[in-house]
């Protein structure tokens, strides 16, 4: 009876595929997105995301062999979202007197940076929040979040040695400790919080570790 539940319910999935409605798959990974970014991944059960995704647990593990997986799932789908915004605001458009060089870029991105801080539901960055439940080096969750800030570090070093500074990798950590403050600043005091000032804090570091 089981194999064919499981059979029809596959029959099911391809079929919504086929008509453009979205797979169990994509609805779970949306629904544990939006739960594990709000409420933590720990605080999260497996019967609750397959109940508000409208999908059997079966369905879950076919994609996601444990929670765990899932959990890692989120953190690269967040971690994609992440670079989107930040490659975005830090290409440069356009060429010529009146383009943004790579200090108006960074410090654009940190103000759009201190305005989600201060908005209402903000829980910082999934991909801290999930290094700080998961301490363990080893868990799958954990070792996204490492990575991520890994590359974190080394873009923000590689651009701090465009942008001049004499020792680029003190700069680097600089700007990478005032973005991490912003991410857990943000979820404590909302408006009117210390995140406000990240842009302001940056351009004071950058200006006095840039060569004259």
């Not at 801290?128 to 439940?133: F, G, K, M, R, S």
């Not at 954990?142 to 590689?158: D, G, M, P, S, Y």
């Not at 973005?179 to 842009?199: C, K, M």
């Amino acid at each position: 009876m089981a194999g064919k539940g499981q059979a029809a319910e596959e029959r099911m999935e391809q079929k919504a595929a086929a008509g453009g409605r979205p797979r169990a798959a994509d609805k779970i990974r949306r629904t544990a997105r939006e739960l594990f970014y709000r409420e933590g991944i720990r605080a999260v059960g497996v019967d609750e995301i397959v109940t508000k995704a409208g999908v059997t647990k079966p369905s879950l593990y076919r994609s996601f062999p444990s929670k765990d997986a899932l959990a890692a799932a989120y953190l690269r789908d967040y971690e994609t979202e992440f670079w989107r915004r930040f490659d975005a605001a830090l290409t440069e458009t356009g060429s010529g007197p009146g383009a943004p060089d790579l200090r108006q870029r960074l410090l654009a991105y940190l103000s759009q940076l201190g305005e989600r801080a201060a908005t209402s539901g903000y829980r910082g960055c999934g991909l801290t929040n999930a290094a700080v439940e998961y301490p363990a080096a080893g868990h799958p969750a954990r070792q996204v979040a490492v990575e991520h800030k890994r590359a974190l570090r080394r873009r923000l070093t590689e651009m701090a040695a465009q942008l001049g500074a004499d020792d680029p990798a003190l700069l680097g950590d600089g700007l990478l400790l005032l973005i991490e403050g912003a991410f857990v600043s943000g979820q404590l005091f909302g408006a009117g919080g210390p995140a406000r000032s990240v842009a302001a804090a940056a351009d004071r570091l950058i200006e006095a570790s840039v060569r004259r």
